[in-house]
């Protein structure tokens, strides 16, 4: 049983870009939540996706935007890339009885 | 908002040792306090999880516990072993399990064989 599967897993862009980034949920889960972790620190959170609708969000800017598909992946946006927006990005997903499971993450750098 | 405070940011011990992790919260309305390891490259992994009606919770050489008046938990690895070394997470919702995550900085623990 597959887990929690993201791609890529590492990526390169420059300033102004823009990013996606594509989540495929462990079998069986519903919810999708997406994490920013920065070097040497804990996960942050950024929103989570429920029946394809944002269901709860985190202190982000509006150039983070998702997507949820009705087969429960995910796609994370982020618009106007700054040098700051450069971390480990986590995705989780998860079912009502269940706690978290979270995939490897996509590296992104921002030069 | 929620914050979460952990300590400390690195441990060392011998292999056979206990290791305490602590971790402290701000909101009283918290009630679900899981426990990640993180190891070099790869996402975070649950390695336990406690509730806000439980006041301790035991997985074999691991243990949580919860002291809901002075709002901190504990995570406590009995007879460490080198592939116990990794960064540990805790974090705490407001929302049960399916609830956004407040995550602390996390600990860097090293087992010496």
């Known amino acids: 049983d597959a887990g929690v599967t993201q791609s890529p897993t590492h990526l390169i862009k420059t300033r102004g870009q823009q990013v996606t980034l594509r989540c495929s949920p462990k079998?069986?889960?519903?919810?999708v939540s997406w994490y920013q972790q920065a070097l040497g620190q804990g996960p942050q959170f950024i929103f989570q996706?429920?029946?394809?609708?944002?269901?709860q969000r985190g202190n982000f800017p509006d150039r983070f935007s998702g997507h949820q598909f009705p087969n429960y992946s995910s796609e994370l946006n982020v618009n106007a890339l700054l040098l700051g927006d450069s971390a480990l990005y986590l995705c989780?997903?998860?079912?009502?009885?269940?706690?978290?499971?979270f995939g490897s993450g996509t590296r992104l750098t921002v030069v | 908002g929620e914050n979460v405070e952990q300590h400390p940011s690195t441990l060392s011990v011998q292999e056979g040792d206990s290791a305490v992790i602590k971790c402290t919260y701000s909101?009283?309305?918290?009630?679900?306090f899981p426990w990640y390891k993180q190891e070099l490259g790869k996402g975070p992994q649950l390695i336990i999880d406690?509730?806000?009606?439980?006041g301790e919770k035991k997985d074999q050489r691991i243990a949580v516990t919860l002291n809901k008046t002075a709002k901190h938990f504990s995570l406590h690895i009995t007879e460490t072993q080198p592939e116990d070394s990794a960064v540990y997470f805790c974090?705490?919702?407001?929302?049960?399990?399916?609830?956004?995550?407040?995550f602390g900085k996390g600990t860097k623990l090293s087992v010496k064989p």
């Open positions: 996706y429920y029946e394809e609708e944002e269901r």
């Open positions: 974090a705490a919702s407001t929302r049960g399990s399916q609830g956004n995550l407040i």
């Open positions: 079998s069986g889960h519903d919810t």
């Open positions: 909101d009283s309305a918290s009630n679900y």
């Open positions: 406690i509730r806000s009606n439980v």
């Open positions: 989780a997903s998860s079912l009502v009885s269940d706690g978290y499971t």
